[in-house]
């Protein structure tokens, strides 16, 4: 062990009891120390800001804003922060979108205790950290590409539409995520005709039951 500072740590995840669980494992570390605890992904970003942690861990699923929507703003805003993703779903999608993001590693809460400390170190290395699925779905995403001569396909919707289809998910009314979002009302609407546009979807319920399949909101 170095006389080097440890590693501070941000963890995000709306379970609390998940948060204890993994707060555990990293406190474990010598050179890991976890230094602020956030239940969804704006208040995140809020202690991101306040606390600046030299690695950010983040779970996919949370209120307000998911791990991927943070990922993308912490990328952008403070880019001296390193990400990974923590989460339960071994899913090739959200595991391109992770990387998108600007996430170094993409670790399964299934294999938490034997992953997640390497993934830190491996991380705070500068070096990729990639579970053994996560490994073979880019090779095979790579080699498929490759042989059809194709690029990464483009996202659906933007991220501001993104955003504003998981709050519509979450019940909030266009007046409440313009006040979140600090835009107009009006905006707000034109963003979710161009999503029911765009979807092919009807009303706000289809755009919920969409917000749950593609991982926005849990069930």
Do not use: W
Request: include cysteine; glycine fraction near 6%.
């Amino acid at each position: 062990m170095n006389d080097a500072s440890p590693t501070r740590i941000l963890l995000a995840d709306d379970h609390a009891l998940v948060r204890r669980g993994v707060r555990l494992i990293l406190d474990g570390e010598p050179d890991l120390t976890v230094v602020a605890e956030a239940a969804d992904g704006a208040e995140a970003l809020e202690l991101a800001r306040e606390h600046r942690p030299d690695l950010a861990i983040l779970d996919i699923a949370m209120p307000r804003l998911t791990g991927l929507q943070a990922a993308r703003e912490l990328s952008r805003t403070l880019p001296e922060i390193r990400l990974l993703v923590l989460t339960m779903y071994d899913n090739e999608q959200f595991f391109f979108e992770a990387l998108a993001a600007g996430a170094s590693g993409y670790v399964l809460k299934s294999v938490a205790d034997r992953d997640l400390v390497e993934a830190c170190h491996a991380t705070m290395r500068g070096e990729p950290f990639l579970h053994p699925g996560a490994v073979n779905a880019l090779v095979h995403n790579y080699l498929d590409l490759a042989r059809d001569g194709r690029t990464l396909p483009a996202k659906a919707i933007t991220d501001r539409e993104e955003q504003i289809l998981k709050l519509v998910a979450e019940g909030h009314t266009s007046q409440q995520i313009a006040d979140m979002l600090v835009i107009s009302p009006k905006t707000v609407e034109r963003h979710r005709a161009n999503l029911l546009a765009k979807l092919g979807l009807k009303d706000r319920l289809e755009l919920t039951r969409y917000a749950i399949r593609v991982g926005l909101i849990e069930p």
